[in-house]
């Protein structure tokens, strides 16, 4: 949980870098299909078998809703939508997991999401929205922006508890190669009637990151995602999604030297202290529970 809230803190870094000399459909079919090599190395060499039925059916539509589509949103919306505002917008993830949980899941075990854990997401979301509070503005362009990472936001979180059960007998590097390999075959598609015209203008700084993309946030990052997926509940992973601004906020104190207001710091209090109420919500359920029925 800890290194992927730190890849994941560091990815918006990476993607700015990327896009202002990159096209950005370009660059995200690039980012996934790297990463599928890599994935498809290791898989060689493991050995590891090859999904059937539900699983293979499953990893073929995740990576349209996992990863093209919310990918193609996300880049876009971000040529016209502030880091912050973006970040606090998937800060809203857990939520709309949450919302979706009861609906889609078809584990009655897992449709349950205790009410401890609603609290704690309401609350941390607000505490990002403090931490973020001086560094978003509004105009037409970040509202179209917004409802486009909304939209991005909404199909990871129903993907998310999709995968829970779907790719329950499938192996992460698995599910995970086959949908960078096709996510990135149609974002490239994407990008070549869309961004043709467009050139790239590689630099080492580019270059570097795009390696950070591939490797540390998608070969490695997605895979400790579905390894995650399989052992705990849609809604308490996607909380990571509040500490990921904090993550690049104290990256840019640290390598930019930015300042650092009081309301960051009481906002990442109350975020951090939502997400061990998040993630120990399940436990006290059941403890509650078992303590009626000694009774």
């Given amino acids: 949980m800890i290194a992927l809230a730190l890849i994941w803190g560091s990815t918006w870094m990476a993607i700015r870098v990327l896009v202002t000399v990159v096209p950005p459909l370009r660059s995200a079919s690039l980012r996934f299909l790297l990463a599928a090599v890599i994935l498809l190395l290791v898989i060689r060499i ?24 919310p990918s193609a949103l996300t880049f876009w919306s971000e040529q016209r939508l502030s880091s912050g ?5 998937f800060g809203a993830m857990p939520l709309f997991t949450a919302i979706l949980t009861p609906w889609m899941a078809q584990d009655m075990e897992s449709r349950r999401v205790p009410r401890g854990a609603w609290q704690a997401m309401i609350a941390g979301l607000g505490g990002l929205g403090f931490v973020l509070s001086g560094a978003i503005s509004t105009s037409f362009w970040q509202a179209l922006g917004a409802f486009g990472v909304l939209l991005a936001v909404l199909l990871y979180a129903g993907s998310s508890v999709y995968a829970k059960e779907a790719l ?8 995970t190669s086959i949908q960078f390999f096709l996510g990135g075959l149609w974002l490239g598609l994407a990008s070549m009637a869309a961004e043709c015209a467009r ?9 570097i990151a795009l390696l950070f993309l591939s490797v540390f946030s998608s070969a490695l990052s997605f895979t400790l995602y ?5 052992r705990i509940e849609p809604y308490q992973i996607t909380s990571l999604q509040l500490v990921v601004p904090l993550i690049a906020v104290a990256e840019g104190a640290f ?9 960051m710091l009481v906002g990442a209090a109350l975020v951090l202290g939502s997400i061990v109420i998040i993630m120990r919500s399940k436990r006290a359920d059941e403890q509650a529970i078992a303590l009626q029925l000694d009774r």
């Fill in 255 to 263: 390598f930019m030297h930015e300042r650092v207001p009081w309301t």
């Fill in 46 to 69: 493991q050995r590891i078998p090859w999904p059937t039925g539900r699983g293979l059916h499953a990893a073929i539509l995740l990576s349209l809703t996992m990863i093209a589509v």
């Fill in 85 to 89: 505002l973006t970040a606090l917008i």
């Fill in 226 to 230: 579905y390894w995650l997926l399989q």
């Fill in 199 to 207: 050139p790239s203008a590689w630099s080492t700084q580019s270059m």
């Fill in 168 to 175: 329950a007998g499938v192996h992460p590097f698995v599910s």
